[in-house]
């Protein structure tokens, strides 16, 4: 871990940044935009679709022997998944696979456990489903260790690829081996910024994973959020924003700033860069103390 000259006084700053999320009023961020509403599907290539709830997406892919199906996201969106399926196949859902174990994009799954599906994971994921159970989140049948697994159903194979560390420690990329635009899960949602506290992420693994995607050969990816097709540019953007954000919160950590002027310092470094993100105004000093954190505790 890098060292930083007032590294004491920065590990009070969990209790403070808290506290601050708490106290400062509404107006003085800019808000989120308002969530998405409806849903849409998008042919991505044959067979290969990408189902969007709201605000979140996952993909599918039907195979001459039935449909595999990633992230449920809640139990209103599988029944209208569910539904889009049936208009184009009556063949069954044969499994789900989860990106990785956050309740946003993994609850709803029961549908299609009562209709026979086998649901598949990273084997890291079942501790996080097993410390804090929740109700809609089907436990999976399948799991895999190591890096690689392939999930074959018909014609189809689904490739699934575990980068290490990252958003949490369970997080996998999908790709069918048919059509060269993987699922790429909360790594690098198109033109937005990360979630302001960016609790679950490790920083330094979080650009090692986004530098290996970026030589990966694919021009577009399909996001947990966002638009149906990205441009793999936009990997290397995330990258570069977090990249910006922690060498220059560590910056005024080295020259021994007072901890509540670095957010306001730390935005105004990286807004001439980084403004045309969605959410920029309301989220960047959110993630500076969340940076804070990992230059004073390792966290």
Not at 116 to 125: D, T
Not at 209 to 217: C, F, P, T
């Amino acid at each position: 871990m890098p060292q930083i000259t007032n590294r004491s006084t920065a590990i009070l700053w969990i209790g403070y940044a808290l506290l601050a999320a708490l106290i400062t009023p509404a107006t003085a961020q800019t808000p989120l935009p308002a969530p998405v509403q409806g849903h849409e599907v998008t042919e991505i290539g044959p067979g290969y679709f990408t189902f969007r709830h709201k605000g979140l997406r996952n993909i599918f892919l039907i195979t001459r022997d039935g449909v595999i199906v990633t992230d449920p996201i809640d139990p209103e969106a599988a029944r209208v998944l569910r539904e889009e399926i049936r208009q184009r196949t009556p063949l069954p859902v044969k499994y789900v696979v989860y990106s990785h174990q956050h309740w946003d994009h993994v609850r709803g799954g029961k549908i299609f456990k009562d209709e026979g599906a086998r649901f598949v994971s990273h084997e890291r994921c079942v501790a996080h489903f097993k410390d804090l159970p929740e109700k809609d989140i089907v436990m999976p049948d399948e799991t895999f260790a190591g890096d690689r697994y392939q999930l074959t159903l018909g014609e189809r194979t689904l490739q699934l690829r575990w980068l290490g560390v990252n958003h949490g420690d369970c997080l996998i990329v999908m790709t069918p081996d048919h059509v060269n635009v993987p699922f790429i899960v909360d790594l690098g949602t198109a033109g937005g910024m990360p979630l302001p506290f960016i609790a679950d992420y490790s920083l330094h693994n979080w650009v090692r994973s986004l530098r290996e995607l970026e030589g990966w050969d694919f021009t577009e990816y399909v996001g947990g959020h966002g638009i149906a097709l990205a441009p793999k540019s936009r990997l290397a953007e995330r990258r570069e924003y977090l990249e910006a954000l922690m060498s220059e919160t560590k910056r005024e950590l080295d020259a021994g700033i007072p901890l509540a002027q670095i957010p306001d310092r730390v935005a105004a470094a990286l807004q001439g860069r980084f403004q045309h993100l969605r959410g920029f105004n309301g989220i960047v000093r959110d993630n500076v103390r969340r940076t804070i954190t990992y230059y004073g505790m390792g966290w």
